[in-house]
């Protein structure tokens, strides 16, 4: 029997999300630090661009927690030529915690994606941070195209926690 990687888990633990509501998700392109899957629903076929993140960012503050996601030069390429006109791909990040059952997953669409990362301008690295705030609905989205304050307001994006609702409604 081969060795389990941790990234076995947090893909696993997606998957069995998936599983238990219904769905068959089939993988396209296997990895470590990130896979696509396919899934098939009575709302149309998606693409599930997968990511995750084991822990948060070490901070004194306890009510706020930041995952960041860093995305290589490859993968913003391959996220500038993909065209979505029929919202048929999302990225799924997975931000994981030291006790995983209390980990959180967020969605954005390709748009977001796009807008988060800043894709138009050329640069090393990208990231996408999902920050959770205690006390507030869903997460937030920002990242390197996008500040997560803006003249002193919030200028990020909400991302529901009601994962299925994409797939399922």
């Excluded at 599983?19 to 068959?24: E, K, R, S, T």
């Excluded at 306890?62 to 048929?88: A, C, G």
Aim: net charge neutral; glycine share 6%; with cysteine.
């Amino acid at each position: 029997m081969g060795a389990v990687r941790k990234a076995d888990f947090y893909y696993g633990s997606l998957l069995s999300c998936f599983v238990n509501n219904g769905l068959a998700p089939a993988i396209i392109e296997p990895g470590d630090s990130r896979r696509i899957y396919k899934i098939a629903t009575n709302k149309g076929d998606f693409q599930i661009y997968a990511k995750y993140v084991s822990t948060p960012i070490k901070r004194q503050r306890t009510d706020v927690q930041l995952w960041q996601f860093i995305f290589s030069p490859d993968e913003v390429e391959f996220i500038r030529k993909h065209e979505d006109t029929n919202h048929t791909l999302f990225f799924v990040l997975i931000c994981g915690q030291e006790r995983m059952q209390d980990s959180e997953i967020a969605i954005l669409t390709l748009n977001e994606t796009k807008d988060c990362l800043d894709v138009n301008y050329d640069r090393e690295s990208y990231r996408i941070t999902i920050k959770y705030e205690k006390g507030t609905h869903g997460l937030k989205a920002y990242g390197t195209g996008r500040a997560d304050l803006l003249e002193g307001r919030d200028n990020t994006i909400r991302v529901s926690r009601d994962f299925f609702s994409y797939f399922l409604n």
